[in-house]
């Protein structure tokens, strides 16, 4: 069974940082293509980053709205894919996704205010 | 970019009844290289994680009820429930995987009349 694990999340001040994780099993994670999506308190999506594997030379893409502030990283030795999120606005609040393939995680709240 | 636009935003409808939800892209979704649509309808029912339900605009995810029909190609495409179920009230949410940044339509809240 496919399960994906987001942990990191929780309350942060304008311009400062957080890291989440994605925690994965039930694939082959070393050949996946990782996604971090994101829901707005109004319910609306927003794909923000992507990166493939290794044979892709783990490429990275980013929405336009995060590109120099998020980082998305992987390390296939844990199973795991990680969103670096830097220089935090309050638009930036929602619930994050990891997804796969059409596999969600059950995504964990983000929330920056002072 | 390519942007997504969904209608209606919200549908009110009875058990049994047929349903269907519009997408259309800015661009064409379809690879010349395969012949394939790259749009994607999910399911987000309230306090869970969207569920995908449709793939490559028409191939109905394992699992989903064959109620649940995509159809269409190119920039018009179509999410059909026929024979609405109390289940099926949800919003859903079309996508486009074709290129980057992948973007979503607005959404449809699927209500009971």
């Known amino acids: 069974e496919v399960q994906l694990v987001e942990t990191g999340g929780g309350l942060v001040q304008p311009g400062k940082s957080l890291k989440l994780t994605c925690a994965t099993s039930?694939?082959?994670?070393?050949?996946?293509?990782m996604d971090w999506v994101r829901q707005s308190p109004e319910r609306q999506l927003e794909w923000i980053a992507q990166?493939?594997?290794?044979?892709?030379?783990?490429?990275?893409y980013y929405a336009e709205s995060v590109k120099g502030r998020f980082t998305i990283s992987r390390d296939d030795s844990k199973s795991s894919v990680y969103l670096q999120m830097n220089s935090l606005k309050e638009e930036d609040t929602a619930i994050y996704y990891c997804?796969?393939?059409?596999?969600w995680g059950q995504g964990v709240m983000v929330t920056v205010s002072s | 970019d390519i942007v997504m636009t969904q209608s209606p935003f919200s549908l009110a409808v009875s058990e049994g009844e047929m349903v269907t939800i519009n997408c259309k892209s800015s661009?064409?979704?379809?690879?010349?290289?395969?012949?394939?649509?790259?749009l994607a309808w999910y399911q987000q029912k309230p306090g869970q994680s969207p569920k995908l339900l449709i793939y490559?605009?028409?191939t109905r995810q394992s699992g989903v009820p064959d109620r649940f029909i995509g159809s269409g190609s190119g920039t018009d495409f179509t999410l059909t429930i026929s024979d609405v179920q109390a289940e099926d009230l949800a919003d859903y949410y079309c996508?486009?995987?074709?290129?980057?940044?992948?973007?979503f339509g607005a959404g449809t809240k699927l209500k009971l009349k």
């Open positions: 997804t796969w393939a059409g596999s």
């Open positions: 039930g694939f082959t994670f070393s050949i996946a293509w």
């Open positions: 990166i493939k594997d290794k044979s892709n030379n783990y490429a990275t």
């Open positions: 661009q064409s979704l379809l690879s010349s290289g395969n012949q394939k649509n790259y």
């Open positions: 490559y605009a028409s």
């Open positions: 996508l486009q995987h074709y290129s980057y940044p992948y973007t």
